[in-house]
Structure formats: C-alpha cells, structure tokens
Nanobody, 123 residues
Framework: VQLQASGGGLVQAGASLRLSCLAS????????LAWFRQIPGQEREFLAG????????YYSDSVKGRFTISRDNTKTTVYLQMNSLKSEDTAVYYC?????????????????WGRGTLVTVSS
C-alpha cells in the first residue's frame, strides 16, 4: 500500500481543515488506517484510527471532539476533518495503514506510511 497525504496548509486558530490520504495498491479495504502527527523533537503521536469498514473509530484525548476520521473505500481515501484548530495542533501530519480489520492505535504496528503534510495554525 502506498499512501499520499495532502490538504495541509496555514490557517488561523479556530479554523477548520480537512486532510486527505489517497492510497494505492492492494488490500485498502482490508486495512486499518490512522492519522498521526509529529512536532519536531517529539515522538510521532497517534491521533485517530478507523477500522476496515469505517464503522469503528478511536481518538486520542488531545483531538477527541474536534477531529473526525473517515474513509471512502470506493475512493481508497482516508480523511481527517479538523475543526477548532489550535496553535498546538501545528505539526506534520501522517497517514498510515496496517493490514488488519480492527482499529490499531500503536504506531509501530503500522507498516505503511505516507509522506507527511504540514499543518500550521497561527494564533
């Protein structure tokens, strides 16, 4: 599975942004997907995960209620809708895939990663 994230940019605090991650290759519809982010000098942080069908999701406390993960298996794309953005959301955002049916929250279990997309939130 190859992943390509897009949609990052510069926004003001309080604004919304939607990230997309287009996948190519086999088994997209049989894979768990997730979004992570990384601030320079810090570890990559799990934000949101979704199971193969899109029926189950899981969020970190830092984004719960503000971010929504979704997927469209017909378009082999996973999305991250980000609302009420804060300056502390500034980071490089990554999408990831793991060939399993459930929701996966552990970073090292993801074997496929997209190149990151930078989100900058100005206060």
């Amino acid at each position: 599975v190859q992943l390509q994230a897009s949609g990052g940019g510069l926004v003001q605090a309080g604004a919304s942004l939607r990230l997309s991650c287009l996948a190519s290759g086999r088994d997209f519809s049989k894979s768990a997907l997730a979004w992570f982010r990384q601030i320079p000098g810090q570890e990559r942080e799990f934000l949101a995960g979704i199971n193969y069908s899109g029926e189950r999701t899981y969020y970190s406390d830092s984004v719960k209620g503000r971010f929504t993960i979704s997927r469209d298996n017909t378009k082999t794309t996973v999305y991250l809708q980000m609302n009420s953005l804060k300056s502390e959301d500034t980071a490089v955002y990554y999408c990831a895939a793991h060939r399993t049916y459930g929701v996966v929250t552990v970073r090292y279990e993801y074997e496929y990663w997209g190149r990151g997309t930078l989100v900058t939130v100005s206060s």
